[in-house]
């Protein structure tokens, strides 16, 4: 890929909309956002920003509590919120209606706006859920194609079954399914019932389960372990792969030829690798560049393989993967559980420069809630950001309302009230109302503006193309590296990096303090022989500093003075951080 992706995280339901929410309100009531709320002068400034691609998130058809003429409302037993979770899909071929001005319409709108995207270089990304679906999944537009057509229902599993299917025997106490809201009853599912998406065999799943979704089946028994050696290989015909295999083929190639430029594909780590390495393979045949980041877990055990399954998916063709371990470090910074200096094994990772790195995205709390991150407020984003977003050469992304601090105080619904901002139930983000009618804080202001100076110095080639070098490990004994209190050693709370690209020279040191209440006072960053070395530097000689991102700073010191001594910059205010070029 020419330039280093930087996603956008849009959430289609709530970016357009601007009712105020009414908690577990419908439709008519609360509103949704709209494919045309996704405007030319909102598709613009990305762009201005720095953004590459726009991961439209929830675009597909989900179960929902909402009817139309063509469509009846799910029964509530199934549902997640009345508008349904946008992971609860119902239609792989289809687009929610909601977001549709006229909801017949609703392909040629999103159609129209995958153009628009196109207008402004931006690429548009969609998910991919391939693990699981709605329990009322029927496609309107390919049906034929339908999950579950032609299923023999009387097995657990078989190689040519969409789906697995509960035995009588099995625990739950045998049909009907039972599901804990609502009545607990669903109809489809009273004689034959079907394995929950989190691979739970049940009648009875918890609320705690994935229980709006059932697990679709790639040809391999989960419950026979992860050896999945027996499925076909990167060339076999389409004629000669489960049949699962072929209705995903035929959907990822539905939506490349409509338009869309990249999946990101859901709880990638619970599908075999031998499908990933056959479906990017043939992805890639239709469009060379089509992009696929996922999201994957190596320490979750229903992952399919032994090995490090976030290299497994890179070997298979993905252009990125998630890289969850540097952001729990950066959070677990503000419960007490890490110091700053546990980021410092992470960039030794095989995959490093190839994980796609965030500090907010739909699953995880927002930086601003006054519930995680300390309780301290938009402000801890800065430092945070500047770690996650500076550290790597790989993709990095953004969700809608993090460049305003949207908080996620209120419940919406069935989510939301718990720092997340709620993908379930129809309503708006405050903040980001604020941002596109005008209304912002002048402290949003500014937090808006420092995320768009830092995209475009991340975007220079010491970020995009350059080697990562952690300055904590030659910092411990230092006694002017940040310390707080009475501590005995450095590294609690602040947080040094270079990035170092050879080709064009270009060299960043990144200095951070996490915390959010305490000056660092007279800090100096010990930079070691070698790293001078790494950067061409190691002859006596004067190098001047300047500050790049935040209120200036010009500093001059020698090479061999930066070794013990180190670079004085300062004291370094709550939250501050310095990108200094070299």
């Known amino acids: 890929m020419s330039r280093r992706p930087v996603i956008y995280q849009l959430f289609v339901r709530l970016f357009g909309n601007t009712r105020p929410t009414v908690p577990g309100g419908t439709l008519d009531q609360n509103g949704c956002g709209k494919f045309n709320d996704i405007d030319d002068a909102a598709l613009a400034n990305l762009a201005a920003t720095g953004f590459t691609h726009v991961w439209l998130t929830g675009v597909l058809e989900q179960a929902s509590g909402t009817s139309y003429p063509d469509r009846p409302a799910d029964d509530p037993a199934i549902l997640k919120g009345i508008a349904g979770s946008p992971y609860a899909i119902r239609d792989y071929f289809d687009v929610c209606p909601d977001y549709a001005v006229d909801p017949t319409k609703r392909l040629d709108e999103f159609k129209t706006l995958l153009a628009r995207c196109a207008r402004h270089g931006l690429k548009p990304v969609i998910d991919f859920v391939p ?65 929950t998406g989190n691979n739970l065999i049940s009648w009875a799943p918890s609320i705690n389960d994935w229980y709006e979704t059932v ?96 290299q497994g998916l890179l070997d298979a063709g993905f252009d990125a993967i998630y890289d969850h371990p540097p952001y729990k470090v950066l959070k677990g910074i503000y419960d ?64 809608n309302g993090q460049e305003v601090g949207e908080q996620a105080t209120e419940r919406m619904g069935f989510g939301g009230g718990d720092g997340r901002t709620s993908i379930f139930d129809y309503g708006s983000m405050p903040e980001v109302v604020k941002m596109r009618q005008g209304g912002l804080a002048p402290s949003q202001i500014d937090l808006r503006q420092w995320y768009a100076d830092l995209l475009g110095l991340v975007g220079e080639p010491a970020f995009t193309a350059g080697d990562f070098y952690g300055l904590n490990f030659a910092n411990g004994d230092n006694p002017n590296f940040g310390r707080v209190g009475n501590e005995s050693y450095s590294g609690h709370w602040l947080f040094a990096f270079l990035r170092h690209d050879a080709a064009s020279g270009q060299a960043f040191l990144v ?37 790049r991102l935040s209120h200036p700073l010009e500093i001059d010191a020698f090479t061999q003075s930066l070794p013990g001594l180190g670079l004085p910059v300062g004291d370094l205010a709550p939250f501050e951080v310095r990108i200094l070029a070299f």
Not at 138 to 166: I, K, M, Q
Not at 379 to 389: D, E, N, T
Request: charge should be negative; aromatic fraction near 12%; charged fraction near 25%.
């Open 215 to 310: 697990k679709l089946n790639y040809g391999h028994d989960f419950t026979t372990g992860r050896n999945t050696s027996h499925l076909p290989g990167i060339d076999a015909p389409i004629d000669q792969v489960p049949k699962t295999w072929r209705t995903m083929d035929a959907i990822l190639s539905h939506w490349q030829e409509f338009g869309v430029s990249g999946f990101r594909t859901d709880m990638s780590h619970m599908i075999p690798l031998e499908f990933w390495r056959w479906a990017v393979k043939r992805c890639r045949e239709r469009d060379p560049d089509v992009f696929f980041f996922g999201e994957a877990y190596d320490s979750d055990p229903m992952k399919l393989t032994d090995s490090d399954v976030l």
């Open 511 to 547: 200095i951070t303090n996490l915390n959010g209440r305490e000056t660092l006072r007279n800090v100096h960053v010990r930079i070691p022989y070698d790293a001078l070395h790494g950067l061409g530097r190691d002859q006596d000689a004067s190098i001047h500093f300047s500050e």
């Open 131 to 195: 693990n699981h679906v709605a329990r009322t999944y029927a496609s309107d537009v390919r049906p034929e194609l339908t999950f579950g057509a032609g299923d023999d229902t009387s097995v657990f599993f078989a190689t040519d079954n969409h789906f697995f299917y509960l035995r009588p025997t099995d625990p739950g106490g045998g049909p009907p399914l039972r599901l804990p809201v609502a009545d607990g009853l669903f109809e489809p599912e009273r004689f034959v019932g079907k394995v």
């Open 336 to 399: 007490g559980s890490n110091w700053a200096n546990d980021l410092n094994p992470l960039p030794f990772e095989t995959h490093f420069h190839h994980s796609v790195r965030y500090a907010e995205n739909h699953d995880e709390v927002r930086l601003a809630s006054f519930l995680h991150w300390g309780g301290l407020g938009l402000p801890v984003g800065k430092p945070v950001s500047a770690i996650l977003l500076g550290m790597s050469r790989g993709p990095i992304m953004m969700y």
